[in-house]
């Protein structure tokens, strides 16, 4: 369906900028009707525009904080940025562009437990969306890459996403396009080049930013812009929920603006399947710390993507945590977690409720028994829900309708006994 659309969409391009529209050119053809099978790739709508400042919510300061000093936003280059994201051409056999996972209409996720790449091979992680990326101190769920330019260039060469030999080699092929030559000498006076295909990439990433949701309108004084469930629920995320602890910049102001402390925490996720123990002295050997590109394959590829941030700092109490998620549009960007493990925002409150501390020596100490009632996770999600920016409104109106459905049926998280039982006895750290 979307392949012989795309076919109608490359023919009428022909004249002009057809070379730009990915999935135009030869090799894309080619992918895509490989990727038939697979995954067409997301084409650039509406929602892929860059987004306004304008938005009821959206943190000034931060905002312009986001912006390196070494890459001003031109539009220009986010033009150009935004081609490539959705550009085929930067994966080995032209299947995959950066939109396959991050896709606008799915919020710029994949809407799977863990991604596919080229070859429909899987990772072991879940996609983060894009949106507010620009405000991540760190990125990646364990916080490899510092910088978005820095991030881009991962997934390029992970032989699992888009598989390319080198940065180089994508580059050669951005390169053979007579418009991408014209473009990067206008924008950065030279032939296209990785760093400055990096820059462009991450240029039009800023744009995204995400706020203008009914909780925005609420915080600036509309009192019937949430519902009061989702203003109960407000409260408990403050309180007696502790989401505060690690969803917000600090405890003793509320903190409405992206719902994270840039920090990484062990909240019991996928611990039970692994032997993290083991895990964590076989990627002692095999990883120089440091080495972000065989970090990245370690946490794309294998088990010991279980170990989190400790595959980055290889200190024994980051075991198995991630950084904690901005929480922005998280209704609309599950499956949940650094694995895709749970598919409601209902199981994610009752893995919280139950405080899951089995087997789990690294387990943060903020995580214990809640005791919330099931209203009051219902509170929970619906204020969790109230972050869902205008832009994906009716999307999120469907998908609560969804998960609320299969909450119904489904709960398989749900532990009341452990939620209003007493705190578990921590294992202690046992490394041999
Ligand atoms: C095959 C799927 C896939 C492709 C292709 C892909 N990504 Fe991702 N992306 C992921 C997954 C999975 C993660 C999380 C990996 C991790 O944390 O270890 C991620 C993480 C990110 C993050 C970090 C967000 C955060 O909150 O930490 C950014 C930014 C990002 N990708 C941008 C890009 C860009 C730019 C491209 C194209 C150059 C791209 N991605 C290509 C799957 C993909
Ligand atoms: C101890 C710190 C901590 C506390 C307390 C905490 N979180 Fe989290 N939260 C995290 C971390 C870290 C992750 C990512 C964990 C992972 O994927 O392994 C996360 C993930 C999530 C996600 C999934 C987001 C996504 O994009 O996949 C949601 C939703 C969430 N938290 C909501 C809550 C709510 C609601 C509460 C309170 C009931 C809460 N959190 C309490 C640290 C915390």
């Not at 499956?335 to 598919?343: A, I, M, R, T």
């Not at 909450?407 to 998280?413: E, F, H, K, V």
Request: charge should be neutral; charged fraction near 25%; glycine fraction near 6%.
């Amino acid at each position: 369906m979307r392949y012989t659309k795309r076919i109608e969409l490359c023919v009428t391009l022909v004249v002009g900028t057809a070379t730009l529209i990915p999935g135009c050119n030869r090799a894309g053809k080619k992918a895509s009707s490989q990727a038939e099978s697979a995954q067409a790739i997301p084409e650039a709508g509406p929602l892929a525009r860059p987004k306004s400042l304008q938005q009821v919510g959206v943190p000034a300061e931060a905002t312009r904080a986001a912006i390196p000093p070494d890459n001003p936003q031109t539009p220009e280059k986010i033009t150009l940025g935004m081609k490539l994201f959705f550009d085929g051409r930067l994966s080995a056999d032209g299947s995959v562009a950066c939109s396959t996972c991050h896709d606008p209409a799915r919020a710029f996720t994949d809407r799977k437990p863990v991604s596919v790449g080229i070859n429909n091979r899987a990772g072991q992680r879940n996609a983060p969306t894009i949106l507010n990326a620009l405000y991540n101190k760190t990125q990646f769920w364990d916080g490899r890459a510092k910088t978005l330019e820095e991030q881009a260039a991962l997934p390029i060469v992970n032989p699992v996403e888009m598989g390319q030999p080198s940065l180089d080699a994508a580059v050669a092929r951005v390169a053979a396009v007579s418009e991408y030559q014209q473009a990067f000498r206008d924008i950065f006076g030279r032939p296209p080049n990785g760093p400055d295909l990096l820059r462009a990439i991450a240029s039009y990433e800023r744009t995204q930013l995400s706020f203008d949701a009914p909780f925005d309108h609420f915080i600036a004084g509309d009192q019937n812009a949430i519902d009061n469930s989702a203003k109960r629920g407000w409260e408990l995320f403050n309180t007696r929920g502790r989401c505060n602890k690690c969803h917000a910049l600090t405890e003793d102001k509320r903190d409405v603006t992206l719902f994270t402390d840039n920090d990484f925490h062990n909240i019991g996720i996928g611990i039970i399947r692994h032997n993290v123990v083991a895990l964590a002295r076989q990627a002692e050997q095999l990883i120089n710390s440091g080495d972000t590109a065989a970090i990245d394959r370690a946490a794309i590829q294998t088990d010991m993507s279980a170990l989190g941030r400790f595959l980055v700092t290889k200190k024994e109490p980051d075991i198995a945590s991630f950084k904690t998620p901005d929480l922005r549009n998280v209704l609309v960007t599950g499956p949940y977690f650094h694995d895709g493990s749970q598919e409601t925002l209902w199981d994610v409150c009752d893995h919280y409720n139950k405080g899951d501390g089995l087997q789990n020596p690294y387990l943060d100490q903020d995580i214990q028994p809640l005791a919330l009632t099931e209203a009051e996770i219902d509170d929970l999600v619906a204020f969790l829900a109230s972050l869902t920016s205008a832009d994906y409104k009716e999307h999120g109106a469907s998908e609560l309708a969804r998960q609320r459905e299969l909450s119904r049926t489904a709960r398989p998280q749900r532990d009341t006994a452990r939620a209003f039982g007493p705190k578990p006895i921590q294992p202690k750290p046992s490394r041999p």
